[in-house]
């Protein structure tokens, strides 16, 4: 990557992929509804053809779960709300581009709760513990290590072992990608409420 910081601005998709392939950035921030080619599209197309490809994080004015899980198929870092204060966007931004994951906004919670299991076989690999399932669930609400710890009542670094056994035995390269899993395989299913 780029060492210098690069700011930049582009009118659609087509033009953030071209922008974001000249200045090399480290982050983009990817409107979900654009001209030309839409922010989902402008992200994959992003992410698959750099050698060296920038982290994304989504962002739009629609709490609309499919948005959500289509930008983490896609293969951004975050997704977050315009309406947010603009300090905490720039957050959003400063915490991808130190390698982290920004699953949700507290705005977003509210659309995604977790389903029973249908089967063992349902998750990839080895299968899950009860309360390694229960911290992807969490993770899936865009919950921190912190806040899984208070909602199960158990030590910070027993969320980071069911967090770190959560993405091995998922072959997950990060925990956004472990919450993709949860969403294809039918653990976790945005929108559905009860």
Do not use: C, W
Request: cysteine-free; hydrophobic content about 45%.
């Amino acid at each position: 990557m780029a060492g210098t910081p690069a700011v930049g601005e582009a009118a659609d998709g087509v033009e953030a992929v071209e922008r974001a392939r000249q200045l090399r950035p480290d982050v983009v921030l990817m409107d979900v509804r654009m001209p030309r080619l839409n922010g989902i599209e402008a992200t994959r197309q992003l992410l698959a053809e750099s050698a060296e490809p920038p982290k994304v994080v989504v962002i739009t004015t629609f709490e609309n779960d499919g948005y959500v899980t289509a930008a983490l198929s896609a293969g951004a870092s975050g997704f977050v709300l315009k309406r947010l204060p603009v300090p905490q966007i720039a957050e959003a931004v400063r915490v991808v581009a130190a390698g982290e994951a920004i699953l949700f906004s507290a705005a977003l919670r509210q659309m995604v709760t977790a389903r029973p299991l249908g089967s063992a076989e349902a998750l990839p690999q080895a299968a899950l513990t009860g309360r390694e399932e229960e911290a992807l669930r969490l993770m899936a609400t865009g919950l921190s290590n912190p806040e899984i710890a208070e909602s199960l009542t158990v030590s910070l670094e027993t969320v980071k072992t069911h967090v770190g056994n959560v993405l091995t035995k998922l072959g997950a390269q990060n925990r956004t990608h472990a919450v993709v899993i949860a969403y294809e395989t039918g653990l976790v299913v945005p929108g559905v409420t009860g």
